[in-house]
């Protein structure tokens, strides 16, 4: 028998559905991910066709007679087209609905802007009780599936079954991160698929000499605060990447705890610009964005020398000033 990390995302779902009588998985038109689902299931899984809108409304009214809905829709016309049906049906009402959304960020790959979804991390943060789950890889996808199921909330899943880029870590626990690498120099927070670009600019930056705190936040609502505040008071500035519109998501996550808290850190957003990014395979996708690992190193790079230039620059500005005070002290002396 498989573990539950080496099952596949459908495989996963047949388990769950067949110990649990009240889990349906629903799709607009998306059979791609699912596998045998359609035969399994039968009058369990249900096909809407391609209507976003009535999909997330049928949904709710599944979850109001008891039922556990496993939602499948491409990422960007789930969140936008149905986003007033997921904060009124789904969100406001706290109902146990799973919203999977395919082909999120990066991986619409060659698509264009229209099934690019690069703002479903800022739409759905504003969603009344929903959660918002980004595994890194399949083995994360897989493992994450039970936990979700557990917490009866309406959750967004952001769909990823490439492969894992290093073994598996720490086991999937809702709001918790995992962390590679101590390093004082970069807090490198990330999330999804670009983790795996994440941790390998991590190594290059390692083999470089500077000492990189990778943060895997698996899941951003809710999120691992303890974990993100110990890594960036322990490093000298912070760096958040993510294939999203660069400056909403987790840099406006990381913001809003850094001015809670009152902290004086320096954070640098890697990301999408708000149109998009060009439609292409994704390695040369990310390459072409700046987000490849080579191209990420090279970035934190820069960065950590400015830091480092500022920071000599402070000193030696507190050497004067303390070399004055005792100056002056003196003549009065």
């Known amino acids: ?116 979804a690069i703002e479903d991390i800022a739409l759905m943060r504003l969603v009344p009780n929903m959660q918002i789950v980004c595994p890194a890889n399949i083995e994360e996808l897989a493992l994450c599936i039970p936990a979700v199921f557990a917490t009866r909330r309406p959750c967004y899943l952001r769909f990823n079954e490439t492969q894992a880029a290093y073994p598996a870590g720490k086991p999937f626990v809702l709001g918790r991160a995992e962390v590679r690498g101590d390093g004082d120099d970069v807090a490198l927070l990330s999330y999804g698929v670009m983790v795996a670009e994440a941790e390998k600019a991590r190594v290059i930056l390692k083999n470089q000499g500077i000492g990189v705190r990778l943060v895997n936040l698996r899941s951003l609502v809710p999120i691992d605060q303890e974990a993100l505040l110990e890594a960036m008071c322990a490093t000298r500035f912070t760096v958040t990447l993510q294939d999203h519109a660069g400056e909403s998501g987790l840099f406006e ?22 149109r998009g990014f060009i439609p292409a395979a994704m390695d040369l996708a990310l390459e072409h964005e700046g987000l490849s690992a080579e191209r990420i190193a090279n970035a934190i790079r820069q960065e950590f020398t400015l830091t480092l230039q500022k920071f000599r620059r402070r000193k030696a500005l507190r050497s004067r000033k303390i070399a004055r005070t005792k100056g002056v002290l003196t003549f009065f002396g």
């Open 253 to 274: 996550i990381v913001l809003s705890l850094i001015s809670r808290f009152q902290l004086d850190i320096n954070v640098l957003p890697l990301g999408f610009g708000k």
């Open 1 to 116: 028998m498989k573990s539950a990390k080496s099952k596949s995302y459908h495989e996963v779902l047949i388990d769950l559905a067949s110990a649990n009588e009240a889990l349906v998985v629903m799709t607009a038109e998306n059979r791609i991910h699912l596998g045998e689902l359609p035969e399994i299931l039968g009058p369990r899984f249900i096909d809407l066709g391609i209507c976003e809108q009535t999909l997330v409304g049928a949904a709710a009214g599944l979850a109001l007679r008891g039922r556990r809905p496993f939602v499948h829709a491409l990422a960007a016309f789930l969140t936008m087209r149905a986003f007033e049906f997921i904060r009124t049906d789904i969100g406001l009402a706290n109902l146990p609905v799973t919203l999977v959304g395919f082909v999120p960020g990066i991986l619409s790959e060659a698509n264009g802007p229209t099934h690019q």
